[in-house]
Nanobody
């Protein structure tokens, strides 16, 4: 079993930055992958960025060049650095981990970008 706790969300003006964190309750070293998703009201949950155990990274086209995913195995933490935020980035952001054939989700953190 894995618990994931996100933090770092908040209200920011367009053009600003936020860094999200996701702390896992156990070592993330052997996680197959971790990812950030987001879901705005009325929309489906969408993938924002993923990182594998081998540090292969992928981004949604909408965030390429603005967001950076990273992880610190020693701190059991996944990060999402978000720069040049836009109002359309407003969503609840969720952390996901894949481990031993199971998927685990955090509770989400709200990001609101004002214009």
């Amino acid at each position: 079993q894995v618990q994931l706790v996100e933090s770092g969300g908040g209200l920011v003006q367009a053009g600003g930055s936020l860094r999200l964190s996701c702390v896992a309750s156990r070592s993330i070293f052997n996680f197959v992958s971790m990812a950030w998703y987001r879901q705005a009201p009325g929309n489906q949950r969408e993938t924002v960025a993923t990182i594998t155990s081998g540090d292969t990274i992928d981004y949604a086209d909408s965030v390429k060049g603005r967001f950076t995913i990273s992880k610190d195995n020693a701190k059991n933490t996944l990060y999402l650095q978000m720069n040049n935020l836009k109002p359309e980035d407003t969503s609840v952001y969720y952390c996901k981990a894949a481990w031993l054939g199971h998927l685990y989700w955090g509770q989400g953190t709200q990001v609101t970008v004002s214009s």
